[in-house]
Antibody, heavy 116, light 108 residues
Framework: QVQLQESGPGLVKPSETLSLTCTVS????????WTWIRQPPGERLEWIGN???????NYNPSLKSRVTISVDTSKNQFSLKVDSVTAADTAVYYC??????????WGLGTLVTVSS | EIVLTQSPGTLSLSPGERATLSCRAS???????LAWYQRKPGQAPRILIY???SRATGIPDRFSGTESGTDFTLTISRLEPEDFAVYYC?????????FGGGTKVEIK
């Protein structure tokens, strides 16, 4: 079964770039869609976007101008960058994957706080 | 985007009881692409149902999903102690993918 683990700084300053990496084990990164989802405190889960094995990306329009998702097949990792963060970007960030757009396997999530 | 409204927000039940969770979509969900997830503290979300009514691999048959137009229901026929958790619906038929606000099933 595919396992995913998010990693990255837990604290980011306002206006800076949030960067997270998801490491995939027990599965090839070349065969699936790779997704980022977040949940701000007290709010619902929010789909950020995904990338497929060809490198084609899809983003939530609400975040599209600030988000980049990329994949490094040599390291079995995919990454998320969110530019110009504010307190509203404070959330638990999840990476997830599935054979299509449906996220089947999820990581445990990592809390990122935006604060000076 | 499709807005998913889950109800109730909290369901207080005893083990052995039946749980009925609702998810209403603001518009038609393409190809019944509606999933249900379970989330427990400290654990990764687990997919239970996809395609509105298909159980994911390894999910017990006490979990079932149904669809009626834009109304979707997750039923847990007899609650086991491990079923007390938060449940989310999600549509993956159109972009952006969206989630419901969640239903917490707690022990009465």
């Amino acid at each position: 079964q595919v396992q995913l683990q998010e990693s990255g700084p837990g604290l980011v300053k306002p206006s800076e770039t949030l960067s997270l990496t998801c490491t995939v084990s027990d599965g090839s990164i070349s065969n699936y869609y790779w997704t980022w989802i977040r949940q701000p405190p007290g709010e619902r889960l929010e789909w950020i976007g995904n990338i497929d094995y060809t490198g084609s990306t899809n983003y939530n329009p609400s975040l599209k101008s600030r988000v980049t998702i990329s994949v490094d097949t040599s390291k079995n990792q995919f990454s998320l960058k969110v530019d110009s963060v504010t307190a509203a970007d404070t959330a638990v960030y999840y990476c997830a994957t599935g054979a299509g757009w449906l996220p089947v396997y999820w990581g445990l999530g990592t809390l990122v706080t935006v604060s000076s | 985007e499709i807005v998913l409204t889950q109800s109730p927000g909290t369901l207080s039940l005893s083990p052995g009881e039946r749980a009925t969770l609702s998810c209403r979509a603001s518009q038609s969900v393409r190809s019944s692409y509606l999933a249900w997830y379970q989330r427990k503290p400290g654990q990764a979300p687990r997919i239970l149902i996809y395609g509105a009514s298909s159980r994911a691999t390894g999910i017990p048959d006490r979990f079932s999903g149904t669809e009626s137009g834009t109304d979707f229901t997750l039923t847990i026929s007899r609650l086991e102690p491990e079923d007390f958790a938060v449940y989310y619906c999600q549509q993956y038929g159109s972009s952006p993918l969206t989630f419901g606000g969640g239903t917490k099933v707690e022990i009465k």
